[in-house]
Nanobody
Framework: QVQLVESGGGLVQAGGSLRLSCAAS????????TGWFRQAPGKDREFVAA???????NYADSVKGRFTISRDIAKNTVYLQMNSLKPEDTAVYYCASGRFTTQYDYWGRGTQVTVSS
């Protein structure tokens, strides 16, 4: 059974940084695409960043230049490094895994990120 577990969320002041982790069991991340999504209160879930099986990355315009997605094959973990955080980045962040960056079949339960002004 595939399980994705996010960690690393918390409370940070605007301008600060956090690194989120997504650890997988039952699936080898390097064989799949992994994405990060977020959902703020009262809003729809939105795409944040993704890394393909081949290691190609893409980002939402709102986070380009501030967030970096990466993958540690040995640890079977995907990271989201978030710098220059803004209050509008406040949301629950989810990781997801699938064959393609446009199609995900497993999701984690999320980790809360709160950015204070």
């Amino acid at each position: 059974q595939v399980q994705l577990v996010e960690s690393g969320g918390g409370l940070v002041q605007a301008g600060g940084s956090l690194r989120l982790s997504c650890a997988a069991s039952g699936r080898t991340f390097s064989n799949y695409a992994t994405g990060w999504f977020r959902q703020a209160p009262g809003k729809d879930r939105e795409f944040v960043a993704a890394i393909s099986r081949g290691g190609v990355t893409n980002y939402a315009d709102s986070v380009k230049g501030r967030f970096t997605i990466s993958r540690d094959i040995a640890k079977n973990t995907v990271y989201l490094q978030m710098n220059s955080l803004k209050p509008e980045d406040t949301a629950v962040y989810y990781c997801a895994s699938g064959r393609f960056t446009t199609q995900y079949d497993y999701w984690g339960r999320g980790t809360q990120v709160t950015v204070s002004s």
